[in-house]
């Protein structure tokens, strides 16, 4: 079945540093690809969807400007937190679909600020 | 845009019982709902999804029922077992996209 890669599983940074987080899919193409934040004991929020070979789409309240979303190729997409505070401590969450699938998701990434 | 509601946001029962979440949405362009259950820490995995054109489904001791016309859809987990405690939550997609909308989860617990 269709796999999606979430790299790093876990990140601690200072606040005021960038984290770059890559979510990849392995065995299948995903010209979109969708990014969550889910805050705990919360559902999952939709960011951006990532679209291969254009402008990612944000959702409403999303700094395009501070999460930065580049989708290079059919098989990766990166979300990049610039300049990150303590507030976006969250898991960050990717997911991609192939054509006969249901939605994967990854493994999530476990952002801390300190 | 899409809003989706899920009820109860917690819920118990006794191993063996049966469990039942509920969810309704407003986007009637919306047609295709999956459940997803999530360990703490964990990705979502789809357990079970349904499509407008289909009025239930099953999958072993997993059931979902979707009513177009009130715009609500329901999780069935029979003969519940303690490695069923996990939060849920349903989703909604408009028409020809994978775009999805999460209600705001249910943490099952399975007592024994």
């Known amino acids: 079945g269709a796999v999606v890669s979430q790299h790093p599983s876990w990140v601690i940074c200072k606040s005021g540093t960038s984290v770059k987080i890559e979510c990849r899919s392995l065995?299948?193409?995903?010209?979109?690809m969708f990014w969550y934040r889910q805050f705990p004991k919360q559902s999952l929020m939709l960011m951006a969807t990532s679209n291969e070979g254009s402008k990612a789409t944000y959702e409403q309240g999303v700094e395009k400007d501070k999460f930065l979303i580049n989708h290079a190729s059919l098989t990766l997409s990166t979300l990049t937190v610039t300049s990150a505070h303590p507030e976006d401590s969250s898991f960050y969450i990717c997911?991609?679909?192939?054509?006969?699938?249901?939605?994967?998701f990854g493994n999530g990434t476990r952002l801390t600020v300190t | 845009g899409e809003n989706v509601e899920q009820h109860p946001s917690t819920l118990s029962v006794q191993e063996g019982d049966s469990a039942v979440i509920k969810c309704t949405y407003s986007?009637?362009?919306?047609?295709?709902f999956p459940w997803y259950k999530q360990e703490l820490g964990k990705r979502p995995q789809l357990i079970i999804d349904?499509?407008?054109?289909?009025g239930e489904k099953k999958d072993q001791r997993i059931a979902v029922t979707l009513n177009k016309t009130a715009k609500h859809f329901s999780l069935h987990i029979t003969e519940t077992q303690p490695e069923d405690s996990a939060v849920y939550f349903c989703a909604a997609s408009p028409r020809g996209g994978n775009k999805l909308t999460f209600g705001t989860g249910t943490q099952l617990k399975v007592e024994l």
């Open positions: 986007d009637s362009a919306s047609n295709y």
């Open positions: 065995d299948f193409q995903a010209t979109t």
């Open positions: 349904i499509r407008s054109n289909v």
């Open positions: 997911s991609a679909q192939d054509r006969v699938s249901p939605l994967h």
